[in-house]
């Protein structure tokens, strides 16, 4: 079935430094691509999503690229602080499943 | 405007039995989905009801079922519990299709169940 896959499972920085997470997907008709930050004990929300026909798309610290081609999307944020601590998930979206499809999440801690 | 409501937050139970979980989607969204989370395999889709109807089933046993009313509250039932249903339970909530064209995805805080 159709599945995305989400690296690294566990991510350590330094505040102010930058953090990528990657995350492959193989549905070729996906054109919806969000990311959610989960804080602990809360739901997942929305920090930053992204259309197929844009490439790359920012909100003040926060970055995703998308390469349809090699079918990949990255989650960029730079600066970080340690409010950024938490889980991070991809997902896609609009393809052939009907719903929003999770990658497994990574846990971001950013040390002080 | 008020979030997604889930009841209850947690709870416990002990193998065989059933349970039932609620869900209050936002004023207005007529879509509400059901997701298991467990650690290390992220967030698996149950079902989405569309006005009272299931749209999209995920490859779940048919232990697991759903409703939705006429309001848009959604509950979800487990039945003939497993050692391995210990998960939190998301529903999320949408107008209608999330997608490009459509709009974002919203969760609740998850009910947190816990199989004896």
């Known amino acids: 079935g159709e599945n995305v896959e989400q690296h690294p499972s566990t991510l350590s920085v330094q505040e102010g430094d930058s953090a990528v997470i990657k995350c492959t997907y193989s549905?070729?008709?996906?054109?919806?691509f969000p990311w959610y930050k989960q804080e602990l004990g809360k739901g997942p929300q929305l920090i930053i999503d992204?259309?197929?026909?844009?490439g790359e798309k920012k909100d003040q610290r926060i970055a995703v690229t998308l390469n349809k081609t090699a079918k990949h999307f990255s989650l960029h944020i730079t600066e970080t602080q340690p409010e950024d601590s938490a889980v991070y998930f991809c997902?896609?979206?609009?393809?052939?499943?009907?719903?929003?499809?999770f990658g497994k999440g990574t846990k971001l801690s950013v040390k002080p | 405007k008020a979030g997604v409501t889930q009841t209850p937050r947690y709870l416990i139970k002990t193998r065989g039995q059933q349970v039932t979980l609620s869900c209050s989607p936002i004023?207005?969204?007529?879509?509400v989905s059901w997701y298991q989370q467990t650690p290390g395999q992220g967030l698996q889709f149950l079902f989405e009801?569309?006005?009272?109807?299931?749209?999209n089933k995920g490859n779940f046993p048919g232990r697991f079922s759903g409703r939705q009313f006429s309001n848009s509250r959604s509950e979800m039932n487990v039945s003939t519990l497993e050692l391995g249903d210990s998960a939190l339970y998301l529903c999320?909530?949408?107008?209608?299709?999330?997608?490009?064209?459509?709009?974002?995805?919203?969760f609740g805080e998850g009910s947190r169940l816990t199989v004896l």
């Open positions: 999320a909530s949408s107008f209608d299709f999330v997608g490009p064209k459509g709009g974002e995805l919203f």
């Open positions: 549905d070729s008709a996906s054109n919806y």
């Open positions: 992204i259309r197929s026909n844009v």
């Open positions: 997902a896609e979206g609009g393809g052939s499943q009907g719903n929003l499809i």
């Open positions: 004023s207005g969204h007529r879509s």
């Open positions: 009801y569309f006005s009272e109807t299931q749209r």
